[in-house]
């Protein structure tokens, strides 16, 4: 018998049906079954969580989240529940993490940019308008007076505050919150109408009560025409706003004075005719604004030139010297006739092994001018952090302690993965010592640890503890306190961004967006020489 290609026939091997689960051993069986009951255990625990995210999204309205959520819970159940799909079953979780903890952040970062978020533009415009009535509220003659308790949801230290409130004609018992005033459920009260206790709420005691008496004293009930105020901790009542909403005209109005603040809904903020601002705003999208405040605004565009230029130095400094001298070291200590090589290494790489923030405190006191360890050992009496040129030497010197013990781990394991042969050809071909290192060490060194020098040079253009825990960056020149000489774009930003009247999330943003474009095409120029690299010596 033959094929159709004349060749002689192949028998057909037969084809094995699988085993009935009741004919395999037990202990399959027994793996079978906690693998089943861990499937189960695993996806019961993701629907939940999913369940208790969704409620969140709806209250909030956001539609966009929860159809994400949805769609990767039904994606997550199919996968895993189908017996098909079992590359999936690995890529799934990877793809998940991914998303929530790299690319989700980059665009809420990229998104928060295009808008003005920041102290007193966090909120809806609605929002606003409450803030800016309540918080003109007055007490006026006649206002009503109500019995007060403090309470809150939750730990009495830190939960959210509210206000149970008994209405002196009534005797009804309401709770106000920053919405404003709803029934209560059950509550225990005196016969002054002080409650005592409330279903669903911690009442608080005095002594609970006068820890938080700021956040009391400035916490307001909306009402209408007003807002309900403490007066003191067992009374309160409800003032009249000195400012009203007009929605005819979309203004503020001061009930006094009669000063109008109309609305600028490019700005989100409320503006009168002589350029004042309310200081409660809303978040509104502002285009590009953010960017080009960055590089038309003299007061920033000039100090941010500057800080790149000592953002690169500083970066390469720190990265250049820490990776000469690891290697120096490592290729000290790779000689086989250096005894004691391993205790060595151990003492060599202990700065590696101290928590970073509190070395480089610790080295922030060696280089103080009065008593620091400096000074007293070479017996001078230098500012290090009073000039721009002593500073920056002093916080280079600081990275080169903390970050050579890692090039010298990096640059020891890859100098154990360099053949001896080559080497030894080197010296039966008559090369020295230095002709060997440059024609052959250092080029197959090269190729794993550019990578490594490429995300080290990216950590160091980002070092923020390494400027703000030594010099802050100081020292500040007498024109520009927000610049300082060794301030890195980082430190900058936060400064800009955090260090005046209030935070500016969406200019933040806007400056980190500057700070990857400069790090990610430093880094592609980099990998894309190192494939040049490798094409070479491969």
Excluded: C
């Excluded at 699988?18 to 189960?40: D, I, M, W």
């Excluded at 909030?60 to 590359?87: D, F, K, Q």
């Excluded at 000039?302 to 250049?320: D, Q």
């Excluded at 006739?337 to 006191?365: C, E, H, S, T």
């Amino acid at each position: 018998m033959t094929t159709k290609l004349g060749g002689p026939a192949r028998r057909a091997l037969p084809v094995t049906e699988p085993e009935p689960s009741e004919h395999r051993p037990r202990h399959e069986r027994s793996t079978n079954l906690k693998g089943q009951f861990a499937k189960v255990l695993l996806l019961g625990l993701s629907v939940a969580i999913a369940i208790w995210a969704a409620f969140p999204l709806i209250a909030e309205g956001h539609w966009a989240g929860l159809a994400v959520l949805v769609a990767a819970t039904v994606a997550l159940l199919y996968i895993y529940l189908s017996p098909r799909h079992i590359p999936a079953k690995y890529l799934f979780p990877g793809t998940l993490f991914l998303v929530v903890f790299q690319l989700f952040p980059v665009l809420y970062t990229a998104s928060t940019a295009f808008t003005n978020f920041g102290d007193g533009h966090r909120g809806s415009k609605e929002d606003a308008i409450v803030a800016i009535q309540t918080a003109s509220v007055t007490r006026v003659p006649g206002s009503t007076e109500y019995a007060l308790s403090i309470a809150t949801q939750g730990d009495p230290a830190t939960g959210p505050i509210v206000f149970l409130i008994t209405d002196p004609a009534t005797k009804t018992v309401s709770v106000g919150d920053a919405e404003g005033l709803k029934p209560a459920g059950a509550v225990t009260a005196t016969s002054s109408g002080k409650v005592t206790a409330a279903e669903g709420y911690t009442v608080l005691n005095a002594g609970q009560a006068s820890v938080r008496s700021q956040e009391i004293t400035d916490f307001t009930v909306p009402t209408t025409g007003g807002a309900i105020r403490s007066a003191g901790l067992s009374r309160a009542y409800e003032g009249k706003a000195g400012r009203a909403y007009d929605a005819a005209t979309d203004s503020i109005r001061d009930t006094t004075s009669g000063k109008v603040w109309k609305a600028d809904d490019n700005e989100g903020q409320f503006v009168a005719a002589d350029g004042e601002r309310l200081a409660q705003g809303w978040k509104v999208g502002v285009g590009l604004d953010n960017f080009t405040r960055v590089l038309t605004n003299d007061s920033i565009s000039g100090p941010f030139l500057e800080t790149l230029i000592w953002n690169f130095a500083f970066a390469i400094g720190s990265t250049g010297f820490t990776f000469i001298l690891g290697l120096f070291i490592a290729l000290a200590l790779h000689s086989a006739k250096v005894r004691g090589r391993n205790v060595y290494r151990i003492l060599l790489v202990l700065p590696y092994a101290m928590p970073a923030f509190a070395m480089l405190l610790v080295w922030r006191d060696m280089f103080n001018t009065d008593f620091g360890l400096i000074n007293n050992l070479f017996g001078t009496e230098v500012d290090w952090f009073g000039g721009a040129a002593s500073a920056r030497i002093a916080v280079i010197l600081v990275q080169l302690w903390l970050g050579y013990p890692y090039m010298f781990l990096v640059s020891t394991g890859a100098l154990q993965a360099i053949p001896g042969e080559l080497l030894d050809a080197t010296k039966v071909d008559g090369a020295g010592v230095w002709q060997s290192f440059k024609s052959v060490t250092l080029p197959l060194l090269m190729i794993p640890l550019t990578p490594l020098l490429i995300s080290s040079f990216a950590f160091n253009f980002n070092n923020f503890n390494a400027i703000w825990l030594t010099t802050e960056g100081a020292p500040f020149p007498a024109d520009n306190t927000t610049n300082g000489a060794t301030d890195l774009l980082i430190t900058y930003t936060y400064r800009l961004a955090f260090g005046g009247s209030g935070a500016q999330y969406g200019f933040a943003a806007a400056i980190s967006i500057f700070i990857f474009l400069i790090v990610a095409v430093v880094s592609t120029i980099s990998f894309r020489r190192t494939r040049q690299l490798e094409e070479v010596y491969s």
